[in-house]
């Protein structure tokens, strides 16, 4: 479920994962292979400080494949990153060992401190609705194996083994999505990341329609059975039996089943970034 950001809820995420971040190694930030930028928040960089950070992107089953192929190359250049889906369970795998890579280094100055067979401890950052509480899913195994309380982990954290030298807290960071430029907001709304109570349906509807229209016009024409001329929203409602007295489309309900409908991904897989 999304939520309105106001100033009060960001100060007091900030705070809640500033004082989660003190007992990780890395952190899982989560993306979306649809908004590679859009779906994040630019300031986590400065929160992590020299924090270690994957970067996933999540829903690459509702993606456009060749994009993301270059995105993760650019990203890359950051910081590590795959390509995942929490949904079907695509490059989840890839995780722990990525994870155990990036600590090596971490892990061998500990032990000639002295500290051995600590495990690798990680947490799962991103904003609402990017697949949170899903991926956290798939890393456990969907299994409640709790490690306990431990030190440090205050206000009902636990940490949960999702390997045997890694584990994961229970409990995601939050991160609120950054829409003040208007173009990552209708991004961001029309692949449901924000709540649809914040955007006209309707304009929002059109104005993905003309973005499909340029970027994807095949799967769009493909789709919906229509010509480049026929692509608007009065035709898809008309295929879609949208129809109210008079034989006019009722254009709202027609920009409700579009929005449904490409964000199920079933019109394109597509990247928006
Ligand atoms: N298609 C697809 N849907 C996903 C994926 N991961 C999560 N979802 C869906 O996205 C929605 C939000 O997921 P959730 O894990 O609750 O997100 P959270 O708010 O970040 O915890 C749910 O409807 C999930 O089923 C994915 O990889 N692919
Ligand atoms: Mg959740």
New binding site residues.
């Given amino acids: 479920?999304s939520i309105q950001w106001y100033p009060g809820h960001m100060t007091k995420s900030k705070r809640k994962l500033q004082e989660q971040l003190r007992w990780v190694d890395v952190v899982l930030e989560?993306g979306d292979a649809r908004l590679p930028l859009s779906s994040r928040n630019p300031l986590l960089k400065g929160l992590l400080g020299d924090k270690l950070r994957v970067l996933l992107l999540?829903?690459?089953?509702?993606a456009d494949k060749t994009r993301i192929d270059k995105w993760l190359s650019e990203l890359g250049k950051e910081c590590p990153v795959l390509a995942?889906?929490?949904?079907?369970n695509t490059g989840i795998k890839r995780i722990v060992p990525l994870l155990e890579e990036i600590m090596a280094e971490k892990m061998e100055r500990l032990a000639l401190k002295g500290v051995r067979g600590r495990s690798i401890r990680a947490m799962v950052v991103?904003?609402?609705?990017?697949?949170?509480?899903?991926?956290i899913?798939q890393l456990t195994g969907g299994s409640q194996a709790k490690t306990g309380n431990k030190p440090g982990v205050t206000r009902g954290n636990q940490w949960i083994r999702i390997h045997p030298r890694v584990e994961l807290l229970d409990t995601?960071g939050m991160l609120w999505p950054k829409f003040d430029d208007p173009e990552i907001g209708r991004k961001l709304a029309a692949t449901g990341a924000v709540r649809d109570e914040v955007f006209d349906q309707e304009e929002l509807a059109h104005w993905l329609l003309q973005w499909l229209r340029d970027e994807y016009p095949q799967d769009l024409m493909n789709y919906y059975g229509l010509t480049e001329e026929e692509l608007n929203l009065e035709s898809i409602g008309r295929k879609r039996g949208c129809l109210i007295s008079g034989g006019r489309v009722d254009t709202f309900i027609a920009a409700q089943i579009f929005l449904r409908e490409f964000r199920s991904?079933k019109i394109a897989k597509v990247t928006m970034d």
């Fill in positions: 479920m989560l999540n829903k690459a089953d509702l995942i889906s929490a949904m079907t991103g904003i609402p609705n990017i697949g949170k509480s899903s991926l899913n995601p991904g």
